[in-house]
């Protein structure tokens, strides 16, 4: 097993926990009334951990530039999870993680976006990572 691959192991691992936290979230705040916080954290990890995957599938398929695929996905992961946690823990615990942890882990997301078309129009390595 190569190194990258270690990698793209870690980042779908990493996404499925994270739809999993998300469909939890969802079903928390269902159940209570003042759960919007809940739902928004939900939607950034549902919304992430597909597009984390296909990213590394895309990586790993060399259609877009693997070493910035893998940065990307591995982006949506922890952009998502420092969005979400930040947002779970204000609802249940009334405080912040850390000051600027939701809008760091969205200006990480917007860059992993970015990062992601970047990394299909660079051109790919002559050799694998």
Avoid: N, Y
């Amino acid at each position: 097993m190569t190194a990258r691959t270690g990698w793209f192991r870690i980042v779908v691992v990493a996404a499925g926990l994270m739809g999993a936290a998300g469909v939890i979230l969802a079903a928390a705040a269902a159940h209570k009334t003042t759960g919007t916080l809940l739902l928004s954290a939900s939607s950034m990890l549902l919304f992430h951990a597909p597009a984390a995957l296909l990213t590394i599938l895309l990586a790993e398929r060399q259609i877009v530039h693997p070493r910035l695929g893998l940065a990307a996905g591995c982006g949506f992961v922890a952009g998502a999870t420092l969005f979400g946690a930040d947002l779970t823990v204000l609802q249940f615990f009334g405080h912040r993680l850390f000051p600027m942890a939701a809008p760091s882990g969205g200006t990480l997301m917007i860059l992993s976006w970015l990062l992601l078309a970047v990394a299909a129009i660079w051109p790919r390595a002559a050799t694998p990572l």
